[in-house]
């Protein structure tokens, strides 16, 4: 059985409703082993038909039981950081650790308790963390916000730009941060490289480097010989290497070692000036010994070493490589230290060189302890790395998500724990559909031989209704199963057409939209006063239609935009749907009522004043919520009675990290997952 995941969770209340203040200094969630209760039978077909959620039945629904009874505009926040893959440096200070990676860095204080923190206060916000070096309350980090390499310096509460490496070219992605190192609080180093992502051709993009010195004063500039990709202190110099590159600065001058070759090197580690170890791709190796430089090479060429450490003797390094082999040199030869049985990325030793630290795991989300004496490894941390691509929940207690990847995909949260849900499908899922005990999940057929599924204890396939499709809307409509997608054509012709299909628990009947544009797909589907609306994606513009009978009826597009595209849409009666649009590149709300398209922040004026109205669900009843997306700033909220609008407080914290945002609605609260953190919302009682 895999170890669970104790994810780090605060909380905080906004009440402003009902004029409480509910916090829940203790509130914490955690994942064990969950029951996922009882299942229906099976219909002879295989196909569970009395397993179908029956629309006319609001526990059956998505959202669960009338959520009237609650005052949604009231509530507590609970949060849970889930992207925490990418931990792609470790840093010790005594018994402090840090590992930086992704948007986030973890911490374990000398007491053993460990920490996340994220800045939220910055005016560009960091999207991936390099490098941190220094003790606490006074560290040095290195990392990238936009295209930008930045130099933070943190102060034990806050991060504070100091240096901002120039971009080199405009053709390049920007610049990419590679090493941070310093020798005390007024000698630090910082270097970064060109990304030379080129999008056209010739490629302009120049092949050296940026290093800067922070000299307790200022951050200056420092020539460099080449394209360092590392750098190493002694007490007296700076080492370097790159692709067939080593180099000494003395303080005013480069000094290049010759006769190396055309070696491939990206990592360095200096002892002093006469015991240096360079390495690289495939296993190479370079020794510098008393200014003598030697070729080596680990016994398996082929890996390629991602960390490269020493302590304090010329017998006593280290070099990790990408899979999870940790290799130890003992002054005469390389030999296995540990293997993880994972991908590595990072590795830090302890002060007293009897340990080492290292970074990995499948997301890199994993933090072991290896014993430098016997290779003894034993995990330390792991952190949650949750992905949410579409998520449903009956209550606050209860909710499932999924992303359509392989692992660990499908994720269940249950009276406060989170755990990996159906892992033996492989697979996640493009939509679903509740209750969370008896899903529907909808996926494609690409890298998985079965496209909808009847998820519980034991999932169970149900007939797909074509061969090989993409599947990505599940919708109750009729007392029956609606699919929407598209199918997969290798032969000549179009390169695929949309389907509709529904399911009465026996067979499949065909509904699907005639092929207006090239290459259309059902990207959604939704319903309400017993209409059936689908959103039809393409190479062209967007556009929207409803089944009339058996007849698809089309709905004008509210944009001329011969590039139209949909956010997101809902209905909440047979004439009112609701649209977010991608404009001027912006978002807009719009309303069809029935016969021609309306302004939606025109009709509420408080809709007006929020940024970038993105994504809806309807707990049913005409009743909608509405979330935004904001790349920003701090995604907003909205609630629909059925009248009105009500603008719902939403935490600062909440923030859009650059993604679109994903919003589930049970019957007494909701979960948002804002690319960073999943949110927990439970409405207080009315």
């Not at 010790?92 to 650790?97: I, K, N, T, V």
């Not at 010739?202 to 000299?215: F, I």
Request: contains cysteine.
């Amino acid at each position: 059985m895999r170890r669970p995941i104790v994810p780090l969770v605060f909380s905080l209340s906004l009440a402003p409703a009902c004029g409480k203040d509910r916090v829940d200094p203790g509130a914490g969630e955690s994942e064990s082993e969950s029951d996922d209760g009882d299942r229906a039978s099976e219909s002879e077909s295989g196909a569970p038909a009395s397993d179908i959620p029956d629309p006319s039945d609001e526990t059956e629904t998505e959202t669960g039981s009338d959520e009237r009874e609650f005052d949604p505009a009231c509530g507590e926040w609970t949060s849970t950081l889930v992207d925490a893959e990418h931990l792609d440096e470790i840093a010790l200070d005594g018994e402090d650790l840090v590992a930086t990676g992704g948007r986030s860095l973890v911490e374990r204080s000398d007491g053993g308790e460990w920490s996340n923190y994220v800045d939220f206060s910055l005016e560009n916000p960091i999207f991936a963390y390099h490098e941190v070096w220094g003790p606490p309350g006074d560290r040095w980090v290195l990392a990238r916000a936009s295209l930008e390499a930045t130099v933070y310096h943190h102060d034990g509460v806050s991060l504070t730009p100091h240096a901002v490496f120039p971009n080199l070219d405009p053709q390049s992605g920007g610049m990419v941060p590679r090493e941070l190192v310093g020798r005390g609080p007024d000698d630090v180093w910082a270097l970064a490289i060109p990304s030379c992502m080129c999008f056209f051709q010739p490629c302009t993009c120049p092949t050296v480097s940026e290093l800067l010195h922070w000299d307790g004063q200022d951050w200056w500039p420092v020539d460099t010989p080449g394209q360092l990709r590392d750098i190493a202190l002694t007490e007296t110099g700076v080492w370097g290497v790159g692709h067939g590159l080593i180099a000494r600065y003395d303080g005013h001058s480069w000094t290049l070692v010759d006769s190396i070759g055309s070696v491939q090197l990206e990592h360095v580690w200096a002892r002093d000036d006469d015991e240096i170890w360079a390495a690289g791709q495939a296993g190479q190796l370079m020794h510098g010994s008393g200014g003598v430089w030697t070729s080596a090479a680990l016994p398996e060429p082929t890996a390629e070493i991602v960390a490269l450490e020493g302590h304090a003797a010329a017998d006593r390094v280290w070099a990790l490589e990408d899979y999870g082999e940790l290799w130890a040199y003992d002054g005469r030869a390389w030999t296995l230290l540990a293997e993880l049985e994972q991908d590595a990325s990072a590795l830090a030793v302890t002060d007293d060189g009897q340990h080492l630290m290292v970074a990995g795991g499948d997301y890199r989300h994993v933090i072991w302890q290896v014993d430098a004496a016997d290779g003894t490894v034993t995990k330390l941390h792991e952190r949650p790395h949750i992905g949410v691509y579409t998520m449903i929940a009956d209550d606050v207690d209860h909710m499932l998500l999924s992303t359509p990847l392989a692992g660990r995909a499908t994720w269940r949260y249950t009276d406060g724990e989170w755990q990996p849900a159906h892992e033996q499908l492989g697979r996640g899922f493009m939509a679903l559909r509740g209750p969370v005990d008896q899903a529907i999940g909808v996926r494609h057929t690409t890298y998985s031989p079965e496209g909808i599924w009847q998820l519980g204890d034991d999932p169970v396939p149900l007939p797909d209704p074509i061969e090989s499709g993409q599947y990505n809307a599940v919708i109750d409509f009729e007392d029956q199963l609606w699919v929407g997608g598209r199918d997969h054509h290798w032969t000549p012709g179009p390169l695929q057409t949309p389907f509709v299909y529904a399911f009465d628990g026996t067979s499949w009947t065909d509904h699907s939209p005639p092929l207006v544009g090239s290459a259309d797909a059902v990207e959604q589907l939704t319903t309400a006063g017993g209409r059936l609306f689908a959103q039809l994606g393409g190479y062209q513009a967007d556009r929207l239609m409803y089944l009339d009978g058996d007849d698809w009826v089309v709905i004008a597009n509210p944009s001329a935009d011969p590039l139209l595209a949909f956010a997101d849409i809902a209905a909440t009666a047979a004439d009112r749907l609701w649209a977010t649009i991608y404009e001027d590149g912006g978002l807009r709300l719009l309303l069809w009522d029935g016969v021609e398209w309306q302004d939606g922040a025109s009709l509420w004026p408080q809709l007006a004043e929020q940024c970038c109205w993105h994504s809806f669900v309807e707990p049913g009843d005409g009743r909608l919520w509405l979330l935004s997306s904001d790349n920003d700033g701090s995604e907003q909220l909205a609630y629909f009675d059925g009248d009105d609008w009500t603008i719902v407080d939403t935490p600062e914290t909440l923030h859009g990290w650059g993604g679109q945002p994903k919003l589930a609605v049970g019957a007494d609260g909701l979960f948002i997952y804002d690319g960073l953190y999943i949110w927990r919302y439970a409405f207080c009682p009315a």
